[in-house]
């Protein structure tokens, strides 16, 4: 390894150990072949993720736009709808990536 990637690799580390990137929890054996992953990206640094996304719907009301995620919790073995306010000053934004 050259000297650049080494550095980079060093600094990649770094940042995970300090909490300044969190690692993407490891893809689940069971996850449905239609289903799509959620990311919703905070101000802190942090990452929420959402796998088996059966929906998503974006609405828009009074100026205000709410995110909402049907999905399949498998902690508590429902599904359920997460909702979030995209107005609120702690979410930077969202990702929605379809199964390949």
């Given at each position: 390894?050259?000297?650049k990637k080494v550095q980079e690799a060093y600094l990649v580390d770094w940042f995970y150990k300090n909490g300044f990137i969190e690692?993407?929890?490891e893809v689940k054996k069971d996850k449905k072949s239609n289903s799509k992953e959620v990311k919703?990206?905070?101000v802190n640094g942090k990452t929420l993720y959402f796998d088996n996304v059966s929906s998503t719907?974006?609405?828009y009301e009074n100026g205000r736009s709410v995110l909402l995620i049907k999905h399949f919790d498998e902690e508590t073995n429902k599904k359920r709808i997460s909702c979030f306010d995209l107005n609120k000053e702690n979410i930077i934004g969202y990702s929605i990536d379809d199964e390949l």
């Open positions: 390894m050259d000297d690692p993407k929890p919703v990206f905070l719907k974006e609405l």
